[in-house]
């Protein structure tokens, strides 16, 4: 079984910082990118920022500036350094991992279940 395993979502006051982190585990032989995607309540799922295996970063717009990906090869983790954040970036917060598994013989995507994260005004 493999695994995206999310944390550090929660309620912050806008103008305050959070930090997701995703762990994936399981039967994995290899992870290319990783990266961030939030979904807010009626809107499609979107990209906040990615990062490649060299540890080159991709950011939306909404995030530039603000917030920072960064990722440890080492324990297959992913971060999401979120700084003066406002209350449009309330959403459900999913992590993605494009990753070669035991499961099928080709390079998949996968997501985690999702963290909350609540900035109130």
């Known amino acids: 079984q493999v695994q995206l395993v999310e944390s550090g979502g929660g309620l912050v006051q806008a103008g305050g910082s959070l930090r997701l982190s995703c762990a994936a585990s399981?039967?994995?032989?290899?992870?290319?990118?990783m990266g961030w995607y939030r979904q807010a309540p009626g809107k499609q799922r979107e990209l906040v920022a990615r990062?490649?295996?060299?540890?080159?970063?991709t950011y939306a717009d909404s995030a530039k500036g603000r917030f920072t990906i960064s990722r440890d090869n080492t324990k297959n983790t992913v971060y999401l350094q979120m700084n003066s954040l406002k209350p449009e970036d309330t959403a459900v917060y999913y992590c993605?991992?494009?990753?070669?598994?035991?499961?099928?013989?080709?390079?998949?995507?996968?997501w985690g279940q999702g963290t909350q994260v609540t900035v109130s005004s």
């Open positions: 993605n991992a494009l990753m070669l598994t035991t499961h099928r013989p080709y390079e998949d995507d996968y």
């Open positions: 399981g039967s994995i032989l290899t992870i290319n990118d």
């Open positions: 990062i490649t295996f060299g540890g080159r970063p």
